[in-house]
């Protein structure tokens, strides 16, 4: 009978640090993803996967924010304020899926995974291009950007020296998508950061699919999925109730002051335009219609890859402070490891001490 219980009990243990385990992890997707040196990644371009090539460096102009001191001689790319002037650049949208909290700036102590996705209800959120310092960063996307939303949603953290010795607003550049609405053979544009709050229109880079993993009010959940400026447009004045579910707690979310919309321009009015330049980030970009993920990818619908590239690793997220989550089932799995070993031992004497 002793024995029983004390079966139980380590059962009991063994299934607390499974938990603890898958928890504390995510899986890596199933797919490959192409050369993090790579000068092109894909797009979404009226409703279709497109490809983008960066041609020459990105730049990022002269910044116009009066808080953007805190960051001088970090990082001259700026997000969330209205720039002056575009210099007859055509606009692209930087989609960030912001209803992943934290985890989109690929810290490794937000469950991302060791590509530097992000990660909503346990799940990788597949997008162009992962966190800046990660293995699957887009060579056209700065490494580190300047928000001072990001330094609100810091205030509210309670961290007032910045996160992991970076600069106060100062952050990695957030795992992101891109739209964009014309083919160009190389012209300017201008970058316009929008933070996706419904996760049921964000969609999956490699596919272009969206699907309803919350529930919404709405009658098509995923009726404005982000891969087109027209459903980009709806989503910015469209209001859902899967909003409010998916980001209860998440930072960011409450940094913007709690919005109600699908999507929303950083730092910028319910009433600005679609095309409003709230960064500094500017590019020169050639842009055709084919398909990016096609040649890589040969059976996207049931995520095997026959892509003979592999993603760099020879750079790693950097990791956020423990007090703003992330490990918070370490101690779990340590007591459950204590618990067996404490099971065991008594087991054990107390057998020992029958025998005689």
Same mark, same amino acid.
């Given at each position: 009978?002793?024995?029983?219980?004390?079966s139980?009990?380590?059962?009991i243990?063994?299934?607390?640090?499974?938990?603890a385990?898958?928890? &504390?992890?995510?899986?890596?997707?199933?797919?490959?993803? =192409?050369?993090? !040196?790579?000068?092109?990644?894909?797009? @979404?371009?009226?409703?279709?996967?497109?490809?983008?090539?960066?041609?020459? !460096?990105?730049?990022?102009?002269?910044?116009?924010?009066?808080?953007?001191? *805190?960051?001088?001689?970090?990082? %001259?790319?700026?997000?969330?304020?209205i720039?002056?002037?575009?210099?007859?650049?055509?606009?692209?949208?930087?989609?960030? %899926?912001?209803?992943?909290?934290?985890?989109?700036? $690929?810290?490794?102590?937000?469950?991302t995974?060791?590509?530097?996705?992000?990660? @909503?209800? $346990?799940?990788?959120?597949?997008?162009?291009?992962?966190?800046?310092?990660?293995?699957?960063?887009?060579?056209g996307?700065?490494?580190?950007?300047?928000? %001072?939303?990001?330094?609100?949603?810091?205030?509210e953290?309670?961290?007032?020296?910045? #996160?992991?010795?970076? %600069?106060?607003?100062?952050?990695?550049?957030?795992?992101?998508?891109y739209?964009?609405?014309?083919? &160009?053979?190389?012209?300017?544009?201008?970058?316009?950061?929008?933070?996706? @709050?419904?996760p049921?229109?964000?969609?999956?880079? @490699?596919d272009?699919?969206? *699907?309803e993993?919350?529930?919404?009010?709405?009658?098509? =959940?995923?009726?404005?999925? +982000?891969?087109?400026?027209?459903?980009?447009?709806?989503? #910015?004045?469209?209001?859902?109730?899967?909003?409010?579910?998916?980001?209860?707690?998440?930072?960011?979310?409450?940094?913007? $002051?709690?919005?109600?919309?699908?999507?929303?321009?950083?730092?910028?009015?319910?009433?600005?335009?679609?095309?409003?330049?709230?960064? !500094?980030?500017r590019?020169?970009?050639?842009?055709?219609?084919?398909?990016?993920?096609?040649?890589?990818?040969? *059976?996207?619908?049931?995520?095997?890859?026959?892509?003979?590239?592999?993603?760099?690793?020879?750079?790693?997220?950097?990791? +956020?402070?423990? /007090?703003a989550?992330?490990? /918070?089932?370490?101690?779990?799995?340590?007591?459950?490891?204590v +618990?067996?070993i404490?099971?065991?031992i008594?087991y054990?004497?107390? /057998?020992?001490?029958?025998?005689?």
């Amino acid at each position: 009978m002793k024995l029983l219980v004390y079966s139980i009990l380590i059962m009991i243990s063994l299934a607390a640090v499974a938990q603890a385990n898958a928890l &504390s992890g995510v899986p890596e997707p199933p797919l490959l993803y =192409p050369a993090a !040196n790579s000068t092109a990644n894909g797009a @979404f371009q009226n409703a279709a996967i497109a490809t983008m090539t960066y041609i020459g !460096n990105y730049t990022c102009a002269q910044n116009q924010s009066q808080t953007y001191a *805190n960051a001088a001689g970090f990082s %001259p790319c700026e997000f969330g304020s209205i720039e002056a002037g575009t210099n007859g650049a055509s606009p692209f949208w930087y989609i960030v %899926p912001a209803y992943s909290g934290l985890s989109i700036f $690929g810290f490794n102590s937000t469950n991302t995974t060791a590509q530097g996705f992000p990660v @909503f209800n $346990g799940s990788a959120v597949l997008t162009d291009c992962s966190a800046g310092a990660t293995a699957a960063s887009c060579a056209g996307s700065p490494v580190y950007v300047y928000s %001072p939303v990001f330094g609100r949603m810091e205030k509210e953290l309670n961290y007032t020296d910045g #996160l992991s010795g970076l %600069p106060v607003g100062v952050l990695p550049d957030p795992s992101h998508s891109y739209i964009i609405s014309q083919s &160009s053979n190389g012209i300017g544009f201008y970058a316009v950061a929008v933070f996706v @709050f419904d996760p049921n229109i964000m969609p999956n880079a @490699f596919d272009g699919k969206c *699907n309803e993993v919350v529930k919404s009010n709405l009658t098509d =959940p995923t009726d404005n999925c +982000l891969t087109s400026v027209s459903a980009l447009e709806n989503a #910015l004045h469209t209001n859902s109730s899967s909003v409010t579910h998916a980001n209860n707690g998440n930072p960011v979310w409450e940094a913007m $002051g709690k919005p109600s919309e699908q999507a929303v321009l950083l730092g910028a009015g319910p009433s600005s335009g679609i095309n409003t330049f709230n960064t !500094n980030l500017r590019e020169v970009i050639k842009v055709s219609t084919a398909d990016y993920y096609k040649p890589l990818y040969s *059976n996207r619908t049931n995520g095997t890859s026959t892509a003979p590239t592999t993603v760099s690793t020879s750079t790693t997220p950097t990791t +956020l402070p423990a /007090r703003a989550g992330g490990q /918070r089932n370490v101690p779990l799995a340590a007591a459950a490891v204590v +618990l067996i070993i404490i099971v065991l031992i008594v087991y054990f004497v107390r /057998r020992k001490r029958s025998s005689f």
